[in-house]
């Protein structure tokens, strides 16, 4: 099936440590995205892809960071630098220069 | 920073009866999407309509756009209990590529 696969579901971080949300697609997409999710706030971008090699910081940035060194795959770092990390994340992709996007399942993060 | 409005933040209606939701956006858009998110599932897309629609169908969805207003809605005829779930507006910008603006989202609960 194509389709956007985030793993782990569930992700506990100790104080400290920095964690590796893993986000590959299967649709053939250029684009590629990953939203943080809190209650009541909606959805924020942390970074977006539009082509391999290449990323750019969203709103909201600090404490994060992302690689894209192929085109299925685009992992979002959680670093010791993210004051507060626990929240839903969202990964998501897109043809370039077309609005709809497509989500994953998402990863809950909780820090312990 | 956040584009959508949605209104109101929460609604609780019967089986059966129409839900409408309202999106307010502050900025020239090139088009505004719907999408919907299942408790802890990722969001799943509805409905766009471009800035230069008035209005649009999709089987029980009814969406119109008012750009002269900034706004628009979404209705849900004769909703069922599985329409229960969350409902986001977002917007994208002429000449932003495919970078979404998300509103906060509205809880619809549908009462059997």
């Known amino acids: 099936d194509g389709g956007i696969t985030q793993s782990p579901k569930y992700l506990f971080r100790k104080e400290g440590q920095n964690v590796t949300l893993s986000c590959e697609q299967n649709l053939n997409h250029d684009a590629m995205y990953w939203y943080r999710q809190d209650p009541g706030q909606g959805l924020r971008l942390i970074y977006y892809?539009?082509?391999?090699?290449?990323?750019q910081k969203g709103d909201i940035a600090e404490g994060y960071s992302v690689s894209r060194e192929k085109k299925e795959s685009f992992p979002l770092t959680v670093t010791s630098a993210q004051k507060n990390p626990t929240a839903f994340y969202l990964c998501?992709?897109?043809?370039?220069?077309?609005?709809?996007?497509?989500f994953g399942e998402g990863s809950w993060l909780t820090v312990v | 920073s956040q584009q959508g409005e949605e209104d109101p933040q929460a609604l609780s209606i019967q089986e059966g009866e129409n839900a409408t939701m309202n999106c307010s956006y502050k900025t020239s858009i090139n088009n505004l999407q719907w999408y919907r998110q299942n408790s802890g599932r990722g969001l799943v897309h509805l409905i766009l309509i471009r800035s230069n629609e008035r209005e649009k169908h999709s089987g029980r969805l009814r969406v119109t756009l008012d750009t002269s207003k900034k706004s628009s809605s979404l209705l849900i005829t004769a909703s069922r209990a599985a329409d229960t779930a969350s409902y986001f507006c977002?917007?994208?910008?002429?000449?932003?590529?495919?970078?979404?603006?998300f509103g906060k989202g509205i809880t619809l609960s549908v009462r059997p």
């Open positions: 977002a917007t994208g910008q002429a000449g932003a590529n495919s970078k979404l603006t």
């Open positions: 998501a992709s897109s043809i370039l220069n077309r609005n709809t996007i497509y």
């Open positions: 892809s539009q082509i391999v090699n290449d990323f």
